[in-house]
Protein backbone atom coordinates (compact mmCIF):
# COMPACT_ATOMS: atom_id res chain seq x y z
CA UNK A 1 0.00 0.00 0.00
CA UNK A 2 2.48 2.37 0.26
CA UNK A 3 4.22 1.94 -2.98
CA UNK A 4 0.87 3.32 -4.21
CA UNK A 5 0.68 6.35 -1.93
CA UNK A 6 4.50 7.15 -3.10
CA UNK A 7 5.02 10.20 -4.98
CA UNK A 8 6.13 7.75 -7.94
CA UNK A 9 3.21 6.05 -7.95
CA UNK A 10 1.15 9.14 -8.49
CA UNK A 11 3.10 10.80 -10.82
CA UNK A 12 2.87 7.28 -13.19
CA UNK A 13 -0.98 7.62 -12.03
CA UNK A 14 -1.25 11.16 -13.88
CA UNK A 15 0.78 10.49 -16.67
CA UNK A 16 -1.51 7.31 -17.56
CA UNK A 17 -4.59 9.50 -16.73
CA UNK A 18 -3.19 12.55 -19.11
CA UNK A 19 -2.39 9.38 -21.99
CA UNK A 20 -5.81 7.71 -21.66
CA UNK A 21 -7.71 11.48 -21.64
CA UNK A 22 -5.70 11.96 -24.79
CA UNK A 23 -6.54 8.46 -26.45
CA UNK A 24 -9.80 9.22 -26.00
CA UNK A 25 -9.99 12.71 -27.33
CA UNK A 26 -8.33 11.10 -30.32
CA UNK A 27 -10.80 8.55 -30.67
CA UNK A 28 -13.84 11.10 -30.43
CA UNK A 29 -12.20 13.01 -33.23
CA UNK A 30 -11.38 10.25 -35.16
CA UNK A 31 -14.68 9.10 -34.93
CA UNK A 32 -16.96 11.86 -35.73
CA UNK A 33 -14.76 12.40 -38.45
CA UNK A 34 -15.15 8.65 -39.64
CA UNK A 35 -19.05 9.80 -39.50
CA UNK A 36 -19.10 12.92 -41.26
CA UNK A 37 -17.23 11.57 -44.12
CA UNK A 38 -18.83 8.57 -44.65
CA UNK A 39 -22.71 8.84 -42.97
CA UNK A 40 -22.54 12.58 -42.82
CA UNK A 41 -25.83 14.65 -42.23
CA UNK A 42 -26.94 17.96 -43.80
CA UNK A 43 -30.00 20.16 -43.02
CA UNK A 44 -30.74 23.36 -44.86
CA UNK A 45 -32.58 25.30 -43.21
CA UNK A 46 -32.21 28.48 -45.05
CA UNK A 47 -35.82 29.91 -46.04
CA UNK A 48 -35.17 29.68 -50.02
CA UNK A 49 -33.30 26.38 -49.57
CA UNK A 50 -30.10 27.61 -50.52
CA UNK A 51 -27.94 25.03 -50.21
CA UNK A 52 -30.56 21.80 -51.56
CA UNK A 53 -31.12 20.90 -55.07
CA UNK A 54 -34.41 19.58 -56.07
CA UNK A 55 -35.66 16.33 -56.65
CA UNK A 56 -35.57 16.58 -60.27
CA UNK A 57 -32.12 17.62 -60.36
CA UNK A 58 -30.82 15.16 -58.18
CA UNK A 59 -32.94 12.47 -59.80
CA UNK A 60 -30.86 13.20 -63.80
CA UNK A 61 -27.52 13.31 -61.54
CA UNK A 62 -28.19 9.92 -60.58
CA UNK A 63 -28.00 8.50 -64.37
CA UNK A 64 -25.79 10.78 -65.37
CA UNK A 65 -24.41 8.64 -68.48
CA UNK A 66 -20.75 10.04 -68.30
CA UNK A 67 -18.76 12.54 -65.46
CA UNK A 68 -18.86 16.62 -66.20
CA UNK A 69 -16.13 18.84 -65.89
CA UNK A 70 -17.58 22.57 -65.00
CA UNK A 71 -15.09 25.58 -65.39
CA UNK A 72 -16.20 28.56 -64.06
CA UNK A 73 -13.99 31.79 -64.76
CA UNK A 74 -15.82 34.25 -62.81
CA UNK A 75 -13.25 36.25 -60.60
CA UNK A 76 -14.33 36.81 -56.51
CA UNK A 77 -12.22 39.68 -56.39
CA UNK A 78 -13.80 41.52 -59.57
CA UNK A 79 -13.93 45.03 -59.23
CA UNK A 80 -17.49 44.62 -60.56
CA UNK A 81 -20.08 43.89 -57.74
CA UNK A 82 -22.18 42.00 -59.76
CA UNK A 83 -19.61 39.52 -61.07
CA UNK A 84 -18.42 39.41 -56.88
CA UNK A 85 -22.08 38.19 -55.67
CA UNK A 86 -22.72 35.82 -59.14
CA UNK A 87 -19.40 34.12 -57.85
CA UNK A 88 -20.94 33.21 -54.40
CA UNK A 89 -24.01 32.35 -55.54
CA UNK A 90 -22.77 30.34 -58.16
CA UNK A 91 -20.03 28.61 -56.04
CA UNK A 92 -22.54 27.87 -53.73
CA UNK A 93 -24.98 25.95 -56.25
CA UNK A 94 -21.94 24.18 -57.84
CA UNK A 95 -20.57 22.89 -54.09
CA UNK A 96 -23.98 20.85 -54.06
CA UNK A 97 -23.70 19.29 -57.78
CA UNK A 98 -20.29 17.95 -56.10
CA UNK A 99 -21.28 16.46 -53.05
CA UNK A 100 -24.53 15.32 -54.75
CA UNK A 101 -22.25 13.12 -57.18
CA UNK A 102 -19.11 12.12 -55.37
CA UNK A 103 -19.58 9.16 -54.18
CA UNK A 104 -19.80 7.57 -58.21
CA UNK A 105 -16.88 8.29 -60.07
CA UNK A 106 -18.29 7.73 -63.41
CA UNK A 107 -21.38 10.21 -62.95
CA UNK A 108 -19.30 12.65 -60.90
CA UNK A 109 -19.57 16.54 -61.63
CA UNK A 110 -16.51 18.47 -60.67
CA UNK A 111 -15.76 22.48 -60.89
CA UNK A 112 -13.07 24.48 -61.73
CA UNK A 113 -12.12 27.97 -61.24
CA UNK A 114 -10.18 29.31 -63.47
CA UNK A 115 -8.18 32.66 -63.95
CA UNK A 116 -8.21 33.31 -67.49
CA UNK A 117 -5.54 36.34 -67.45
CA UNK A 118 -3.37 34.37 -64.62
CA UNK A 119 -3.74 30.89 -66.26
CA UNK A 120 -3.59 31.72 -69.66
CA UNK A 121 -2.19 28.78 -71.01
CA UNK A 122 -4.72 26.43 -69.59
CA UNK A 123 -7.67 28.75 -70.66
CA UNK A 124 -5.83 28.26 -74.49
CA UNK A 125 -6.04 24.23 -73.95
CA UNK A 126 -9.57 24.29 -72.75
CA UNK A 127 -10.46 27.09 -75.66
CA UNK A 128 -11.67 29.71 -72.97
CA UNK A 129 -11.22 33.55 -73.86
CA UNK A 130 -13.21 35.30 -71.91
CA UNK A 131 -14.17 35.84 -68.52
CA UNK A 132 -17.28 35.76 -65.75
CA UNK A 133 -18.41 32.52 -67.62
CA UNK A 134 -19.06 28.70 -67.14
CA UNK A 135 -18.13 26.17 -69.48
CA UNK A 136 -19.49 22.47 -68.86
CA UNK A 137 -17.01 20.07 -70.46
CA UNK A 138 -18.01 16.45 -71.16
CA UNK A 139 -15.61 14.65 -73.82
CA UNK A 140 -15.24 16.45 -76.61
CA UNK A 141 -18.91 18.38 -76.32
CA UNK A 142 -18.97 21.83 -74.37
CA UNK A 143 -21.78 24.45 -73.27
CA UNK A 144 -21.45 27.52 -72.07
CA UNK A 145 -23.37 29.64 -69.47
CA UNK A 146 -23.24 33.16 -68.95
CA UNK A 147 -24.46 35.27 -66.46
CA UNK A 148 -27.81 36.24 -68.15
CA UNK A 149 -29.09 33.20 -68.16
CA UNK A 150 -28.57 32.35 -64.24
CA UNK A 151 -30.42 35.72 -63.01
CA UNK A 152 -34.11 36.97 -64.04
CA UNK A 153 -33.56 40.43 -64.22
CA UNK A 154 -36.70 43.10 -64.42
CA UNK A 155 -35.99 46.61 -65.38
CA UNK A 156 -32.14 45.74 -64.61
CA UNK A 157 -32.18 44.78 -61.04
CA UNK A 158 -32.54 40.88 -60.28
CA UNK A 159 -35.06 39.57 -59.17
CA UNK A 160 -34.53 35.64 -58.85
CA UNK A 161 -31.41 33.50 -59.33
CA UNK A 162 -31.89 30.38 -61.74
CA UNK A 163 -28.79 29.15 -61.59
CA UNK A 164 -30.23 25.25 -60.90
CA UNK A 165 -32.14 25.56 -64.23
CA UNK A 166 -29.39 26.43 -66.36
CA UNK A 167 -26.62 24.52 -64.79
CA UNK A 168 -28.99 21.27 -64.90
CA UNK A 169 -29.86 21.92 -68.81
CA UNK A 170 -26.42 22.10 -69.38
CA UNK A 171 -25.47 19.26 -67.40
CA UNK A 172 -28.04 16.77 -69.24
CA UNK A 173 -26.82 18.62 -72.92
CA UNK A 174 -23.18 17.81 -72.22
CA UNK A 175 -23.35 14.82 -71.02
CA UNK A 176 -26.45 13.43 -73.98
CA UNK A 177 -23.60 11.82 -76.39
CA UNK A 178 -25.82 13.18 -79.54
CA UNK A 179 -25.37 16.42 -81.01
CA UNK A 180 -27.95 18.55 -82.40
CA UNK A 181 -27.50 19.39 -85.53
CA UNK A 182 -27.74 22.56 -87.74
CA UNK A 183 -28.10 23.22 -91.37
CA UNK A 184 -27.64 26.72 -92.92
CA UNK A 185 -29.21 26.26 -96.26
CA UNK A 186 -26.83 27.44 -99.39
CA UNK A 187 -27.40 27.99 -102.76
CA UNK A 188 -29.18 30.83 -103.21
CA UNK A 189 -26.76 33.75 -102.27
CA UNK A 190 -27.51 32.86 -98.43
CA UNK A 191 -24.62 34.28 -95.84
CA UNK A 192 -22.20 31.65 -95.09
CA UNK A 193 -21.34 29.75 -91.15
CA UNK A 194 -17.66 29.17 -92.88
CA UNK A 195 -17.34 32.98 -94.36
CA UNK A 196 -15.17 35.77 -91.36
CA UNK A 197 -16.35 38.50 -93.96
CA UNK A 198 -17.43 41.07 -91.44
CA UNK A 199 -20.50 42.32 -93.44
CA UNK A 200 -21.75 38.72 -94.86
CA UNK A 201 -19.49 36.31 -92.93
CA UNK A 202 -21.79 34.36 -90.26
CA UNK A 203 -18.47 32.27 -88.71
CA UNK A 204 -18.80 34.29 -85.14
CA UNK A 205 -22.18 32.48 -84.99
CA UNK A 206 -20.95 29.18 -85.95
CA UNK A 207 -18.28 29.16 -82.79
CA UNK A 208 -20.97 30.10 -80.62
CA UNK A 209 -23.24 27.63 -81.42
CA UNK A 210 -20.25 24.96 -81.18
CA UNK A 211 -19.40 26.43 -78.08
CA UNK A 212 -22.99 25.46 -76.76
CA UNK A 213 -22.45 21.82 -78.09
CA UNK A 214 -24.31 22.23 -81.68
CA UNK A 215 -22.77 20.38 -84.40
CA UNK A 216 -23.07 22.93 -87.92
CA UNK A 217 -23.52 22.10 -91.34
CA UNK A 218 -24.15 23.30 -94.19
CA UNK A 219 -26.97 22.06 -97.12
CA UNK A 220 -28.28 23.20 -100.73
CA UNK A 221 -31.18 22.00 -101.61
CA UNK A 222 -30.88 23.22 -105.22
CA UNK A 223 -28.11 20.30 -105.70
CA UNK A 224 -31.54 18.14 -105.49
CA UNK A 225 -30.20 17.10 -101.76
CA UNK A 226 -33.13 15.83 -99.24
CA UNK A 227 -33.58 17.27 -96.10
CA UNK A 228 -31.16 15.15 -93.72
CA UNK A 229 -33.23 13.17 -91.22
CA UNK A 230 -30.75 14.28 -88.27
CA UNK A 231 -31.79 17.98 -88.90
CA UNK A 232 -32.71 19.55 -85.63
CA UNK A 233 -32.92 22.69 -87.35
CA UNK A 234 -32.63 24.50 -90.46
CA UNK A 235 -31.22 28.43 -91.15
CA UNK A 236 -31.69 30.50 -93.93
CA UNK A 237 -29.94 33.91 -93.70
CA UNK A 238 -30.91 36.36 -96.31
CA UNK A 239 -31.68 34.79 -99.73
CA UNK A 240 -30.61 36.56 -102.70
CA UNK A 241 -32.63 34.34 -105.04
CA UNK A 242 -35.64 32.70 -104.88
CA UNK A 243 -36.37 29.25 -103.80
CA UNK A 244 -37.91 26.69 -106.73
CA UNK A 245 -41.32 25.29 -105.96
CA UNK A 246 -39.83 21.94 -105.06
CA UNK A 247 -37.42 23.33 -102.59
CA UNK A 248 -40.51 24.97 -100.50
CA UNK A 249 -42.73 21.73 -100.96
CA UNK A 250 -39.62 19.69 -99.37
CA UNK A 251 -39.23 22.59 -96.58
CA UNK A 252 -43.01 22.56 -96.19
CA UNK A 253 -43.34 18.77 -95.62
CA UNK A 254 -40.02 19.22 -93.53
CA UNK A 255 -42.02 21.58 -90.95
CA UNK A 256 -45.25 20.34 -91.32
CA UNK A 257 -45.69 16.10 -91.14
CA UNK A 258 -41.65 15.80 -89.81
CA UNK A 259 -42.24 18.30 -87.34
CA UNK A 260 -39.22 20.42 -88.31
CA UNK A 261 -37.91 23.38 -87.01
CA UNK A 262 -36.69 26.40 -89.06
CA UNK A 263 -35.34 30.07 -89.02
CA UNK A 264 -35.31 32.45 -92.01
CA UNK A 265 -34.14 35.80 -91.84
CA UNK A 266 -34.79 37.74 -94.83
CA UNK A 267 -33.44 40.19 -96.85
CA UNK A 268 -35.41 43.87 -98.04
CA UNK A 269 -35.52 44.42 -101.61
CA UNK A 270 -35.05 40.68 -102.43
CA UNK A 271 -37.43 37.50 -103.96
CA UNK A 272 -37.20 35.34 -101.72
CA UNK A 273 -39.89 32.25 -103.13
CA UNK A 274 -41.15 31.24 -99.46
CA UNK A 275 -44.22 33.36 -99.81
CA UNK A 276 -46.82 30.45 -99.90
CA UNK A 277 -45.03 28.15 -96.72
CA UNK A 278 -44.95 31.47 -94.64
CA UNK A 279 -48.50 32.19 -95.37
CA UNK A 280 -49.17 28.34 -94.14
CA UNK A 281 -47.36 29.22 -91.08
CA UNK A 282 -49.41 32.67 -90.46
CA UNK A 283 -46.81 35.07 -91.33
CA UNK A 284 -47.37 37.77 -94.26
CA UNK A 285 -44.33 39.33 -95.31
CA UNK A 286 -44.05 42.75 -96.80
CA UNK A 287 -42.12 44.29 -100.04
CA UNK A 288 -40.88 47.62 -97.93
CA UNK A 289 -38.28 48.85 -95.78
CA UNK A 290 -38.79 50.31 -92.69
CA UNK A 291 -38.05 53.75 -91.76
CA UNK A 292 -38.22 55.14 -88.02
CA UNK A 293 -38.64 59.47 -88.16
CA UNK A 294 -38.05 58.91 -84.17
CA UNK A 295 -34.58 60.73 -82.61
CA UNK A 296 -33.54 57.73 -80.88
CA UNK A 297 -35.30 55.24 -83.21
CA UNK A 298 -32.62 55.13 -86.37
CA UNK A 299 -28.80 56.18 -86.32
CA UNK A 300 -26.63 58.58 -88.35
CA UNK A 301 -25.88 54.95 -90.28
CA UNK A 302 -29.64 54.52 -90.98
CA UNK A 303 -29.40 51.65 -88.14
CA UNK A 304 -32.67 50.69 -86.73
CA UNK A 305 -33.50 50.31 -83.23
CA UNK A 306 -35.63 48.47 -81.62
CA UNK A 307 -36.70 48.77 -78.48
CA UNK A 308 -40.07 47.19 -77.74
CA UNK A 309 -40.24 43.44 -77.47
CA UNK A 310 -43.30 41.11 -76.58
CA UNK A 311 -43.27 38.59 -73.74
CA UNK A 312 -41.90 35.35 -75.10
CA UNK A 313 -39.12 32.74 -74.76
CA UNK A 314 -37.01 34.43 -77.37
CA UNK A 315 -37.14 38.17 -75.83
CA UNK A 316 -37.11 37.54 -72.44
CA UNK A 317 -33.50 38.02 -71.87
CA UNK A 318 -33.83 41.44 -73.80
CA UNK A 319 -37.02 42.31 -71.70
CA UNK A 320 -35.35 41.64 -69.00
CA UNK A 321 -32.25 43.96 -68.94
CA UNK A 322 -33.79 46.19 -71.28
CA UNK A 323 -31.28 45.74 -74.34
CA UNK A 324 -32.33 47.42 -77.14
CA UNK A 325 -31.48 45.67 -80.65
CA UNK A 326 -29.62 47.49 -83.30
CA UNK A 327 -30.13 46.28 -86.79
CA UNK A 328 -29.53 47.23 -91.00
CA UNK A 329 -32.51 47.37 -93.68
CA UNK A 330 -35.30 45.51 -92.76
CA UNK A 331 -38.51 44.78 -94.14
CA UNK A 332 -42.14 44.48 -92.23
CA UNK A 333 -43.63 41.03 -91.75
CA UNK A 334 -46.90 40.25 -89.84
CA UNK A 335 -49.39 37.62 -89.13
CA UNK A 336 -51.73 36.69 -91.57
CA UNK A 337 -55.48 38.22 -90.02
CA UNK A 338 -57.32 35.98 -92.32
CA UNK A 339 -55.23 33.23 -91.16
CA UNK A 340 -57.85 30.00 -90.19
CA UNK A 341 -58.49 31.04 -86.07
CA UNK A 342 -57.97 27.54 -84.36
CA UNK A 343 -55.97 25.85 -81.77
CA UNK A 344 -52.93 24.52 -83.38
CA UNK A 345 -51.10 27.09 -84.96
CA UNK A 346 -50.04 29.98 -82.69
CA UNK A 347 -48.89 32.98 -84.33
CA UNK A 348 -46.82 35.48 -81.88
CA UNK A 349 -44.98 39.16 -82.28
CA UNK A 350 -41.90 39.49 -80.14
CA UNK A 351 -39.52 41.94 -81.56
CA UNK A 352 -41.63 45.26 -82.98
CA UNK A 353 -40.90 49.27 -83.96
CA UNK A 354 -41.91 52.15 -82.33
CA UNK A 355 -44.89 53.87 -83.42
CA UNK A 356 -43.40 56.62 -85.41
CA UNK A 357 -41.94 53.97 -87.86
CA UNK A 358 -43.48 52.96 -91.48
CA UNK A 359 -42.57 50.31 -94.05
CA UNK A 360 -41.70 52.55 -97.45
CA UNK A 361 -42.54 50.49 -100.37
CA UNK A 362 -41.25 52.99 -102.93
CA UNK A 363 -38.03 52.89 -101.45
CA UNK A 364 -36.31 51.68 -105.11
CA UNK A 365 -37.52 55.44 -105.96
CA UNK A 366 -37.30 57.68 -103.53
CA UNK A 367 -33.96 58.70 -102.34
CA UNK A 368 -35.39 61.08 -99.17
CA UNK A 369 -37.75 58.41 -97.92
CA UNK A 370 -41.16 60.26 -96.30
CA UNK A 371 -44.30 58.27 -95.47
CA UNK A 372 -47.40 58.54 -97.41
CA UNK A 373 -50.95 57.62 -96.47
CA UNK A 374 -52.56 55.20 -97.98
CA UNK A 375 -49.57 53.64 -99.99
CA UNK A 376 -46.70 52.80 -97.43
CA UNK A 377 -47.36 50.78 -94.25
CA UNK A 378 -48.48 50.97 -90.92
CA UNK A 379 -49.91 49.34 -88.96
CA UNK A 380 -53.09 50.59 -88.12
CA UNK A 381 -55.78 47.96 -89.10
CA UNK A 382 -58.30 46.89 -86.23
CA UNK A 383 -57.31 43.39 -84.67
CA UNK A 384 -53.66 43.51 -85.65
CA UNK A 385 -51.18 43.68 -82.66
CA UNK A 386 -49.53 45.52 -81.21
CA UNK A 387 -51.63 48.19 -82.68
CA UNK A 388 -49.33 50.71 -84.70
CA UNK A 389 -45.95 49.10 -84.58
CA UNK A 390 -44.43 47.28 -87.30
CA UNK A 391 -43.24 43.20 -86.52
CA UNK A 392 -39.38 42.28 -86.85
CA UNK A 393 -39.75 39.28 -85.63
CA UNK A 394 -42.32 36.63 -85.34
CA UNK A 395 -42.69 33.21 -84.24
CA UNK A 396 -45.77 30.66 -85.41
CA UNK A 397 -45.81 27.12 -83.65
CA UNK A 398 -48.14 24.08 -84.31
CA UNK A 399 -49.89 22.14 -81.63
CA UNK A 400 -51.56 19.16 -82.37
CA UNK A 401 -54.45 17.65 -80.33
CA UNK A 402 -54.42 14.23 -80.73
CA UNK A 403 -57.70 12.75 -80.16
CA UNK A 404 -57.80 9.86 -77.49
CA UNK A 405 -55.35 11.54 -75.58
CA UNK A 406 -55.48 14.16 -72.81
CA UNK A 407 -52.32 16.15 -74.24
CA UNK A 408 -51.56 18.12 -77.24
CA UNK A 409 -47.71 16.95 -79.33
CA UNK A 410 -46.29 19.55 -80.34
CA UNK A 411 -45.91 19.75 -84.27
CA UNK A 412 -43.05 21.92 -86.38
CA UNK A 413 -42.00 25.54 -85.37
CA UNK A 414 -40.62 28.82 -87.63
CA UNK A 415 -38.91 31.73 -86.57
CA UNK A 416 -38.67 34.66 -89.21
CA UNK A 417 -36.53 38.06 -88.54
CA UNK A 418 -37.41 41.09 -91.05
CA UNK A 419 -33.79 41.47 -91.57
CA UNK A 420 -30.92 39.53 -93.11
CA UNK A 421 -27.79 41.27 -91.44
CA UNK A 422 -29.14 40.32 -87.87
CA UNK A 423 -26.36 37.92 -87.19
CA UNK A 424 -23.61 38.80 -89.75
CA UNK A 425 -20.46 39.03 -87.87
CA UNK A 426 -20.22 43.17 -87.62
CA UNK A 427 -23.98 42.70 -85.78
CA UNK A 428 -23.64 39.54 -83.83
CA UNK A 429 -20.88 41.63 -81.45
CA UNK A 430 -23.72 43.27 -80.17
CA UNK A 431 -25.56 41.39 -76.66
CA UNK A 432 -28.61 41.89 -78.10
CA UNK A 433 -27.81 40.52 -81.61
CA UNK A 434 -26.41 37.35 -79.96
CA UNK A 435 -29.10 37.07 -77.43
CA UNK A 436 -31.74 36.85 -79.62
CA UNK A 437 -30.98 34.60 -82.44
CA UNK A 438 -29.44 32.27 -79.69
CA UNK A 439 -32.63 32.09 -77.61
CA UNK A 440 -34.44 31.85 -81.02
CA UNK A 441 -32.54 28.21 -81.64
CA UNK A 442 -33.15 27.56 -78.22
CA UNK A 443 -36.23 27.82 -78.73
CA UNK A 444 -36.38 25.99 -81.89
CA UNK A 445 -34.80 23.12 -80.55
CA UNK A 446 -36.49 23.50 -77.44
CA UNK A 447 -33.53 23.91 -75.34
CA UNK A 448 -36.19 26.70 -73.89
CA UNK A 449 -37.75 23.50 -71.76
CA UNK A 450 -38.00 24.71 -67.96
CA UNK A 451 -37.49 21.83 -65.56
CA UNK A 452 -39.73 21.39 -62.46
CA UNK A 453 -37.65 23.74 -60.42
CA UNK A 454 -38.55 26.72 -58.40
CA UNK A 455 -36.43 29.48 -59.04
CA UNK A 456 -35.01 30.91 -56.07
CA UNK A 457 -35.85 34.75 -55.13
CA UNK A 458 -33.07 36.82 -54.07
CA UNK A 459 -34.07 38.17 -50.67
CA UNK A 460 -32.74 41.93 -49.64
CA UNK A 461 -32.44 43.29 -46.40
CA UNK A 462 -32.19 47.12 -45.14
CA UNK A 463 -31.37 48.53 -41.99
CA UNK A 464 -32.72 52.42 -41.26
CA UNK A 465 -31.89 53.96 -38.52
CA UNK A 466 -32.62 58.03 -37.64
CA UNK A 467 -30.15 60.02 -37.04
CA UNK A 468 -31.37 59.93 -33.43
CA UNK A 469 -31.18 55.98 -33.79
CA UNK A 470 -27.27 56.04 -34.72
CA UNK A 471 -26.37 58.51 -32.23
CA UNK A 472 -27.71 56.11 -29.22
CA UNK A 473 -25.85 53.08 -30.67
CA UNK A 474 -22.86 54.87 -30.76
CA UNK A 475 -23.49 55.67 -27.23
CA UNK A 476 -24.54 52.37 -26.28
CA UNK A 477 -21.14 50.86 -27.93
CA UNK A 478 -18.78 53.63 -26.14
CA UNK A 479 -20.34 53.31 -22.67
CA UNK A 480 -23.37 50.92 -21.55
CA UNK A 481 -21.33 47.73 -23.21
CA UNK A 482 -17.96 48.74 -21.11
CA UNK A 483 -20.31 50.02 -18.08
CA UNK A 484 -22.18 46.55 -17.83
CA UNK A 485 -18.45 45.08 -18.02
CA UNK A 486 -17.16 47.16 -15.25
CA UNK A 487 -20.28 46.77 -12.74
CA UNK A 488 -19.89 43.11 -13.50
CA UNK A 489 -16.59 42.90 -12.28
CA UNK A 490 -17.06 45.28 -9.41
CA UNK A 491 -20.13 42.97 -8.34
CA UNK A 492 -17.56 40.19 -8.28
CA UNK A 493 -14.37 41.79 -6.54
CA UNK A 494 -17.40 43.09 -3.84
CA UNK A 495 -18.20 38.95 -3.06
CA UNK A 496 -14.85 37.90 -2.76
CA UNK A 497 -14.13 40.27 -0.12
CA UNK A 498 -17.05 39.31 1.94
Not at 102 to 108: A, F, G, Q
Not at 392 to 397: F, K, L, R
Not at 429 to 453: E, H, M
Request: with cysteine.
Amino acid sequence: MASLDSFRTARWLRTLNLVLQAILFLTLFGGLNYLARFHPWRFDLTSQHRYSLSPETLAYLRTLPSPVRIVVTLNPNSENVEVQQAFRDVSALLREYTYATESDPNRRVTVEYLDVYQRRRDADQLGIDQPDSIVLLCGDRRRTVTLGEIYRMEKGVKQSFRGEQAFTAAILDVSNPGKKKIYFLTGHGELNPEDVDSNRGLSLLRDELRARNFDVDRLELSAGNKVPSDAALLIAVAPQGRYTPAEEEQLRQYLGPGAGRMIILLEPAQAFGLSNLLLDWGILVDDDVIYDTGADNMTEDGDLIVRIFLPHPITQTLLDRQIPLRIGQTRSIRPDPGRRVGNDLTVTTFAVTSSTAWGEVSYRFHTAPEYNAGYDIRNDKPGLEPPNHLAVGIASERVTARAGLDFSVRGGRLVVFGTGDLIANNRIVGAANLNIILSAVNWTVDRDTQFNIPVRQIERFSLSLSAGDLDRLRRSLLFLLPGGALLLGLLVYWTRRR
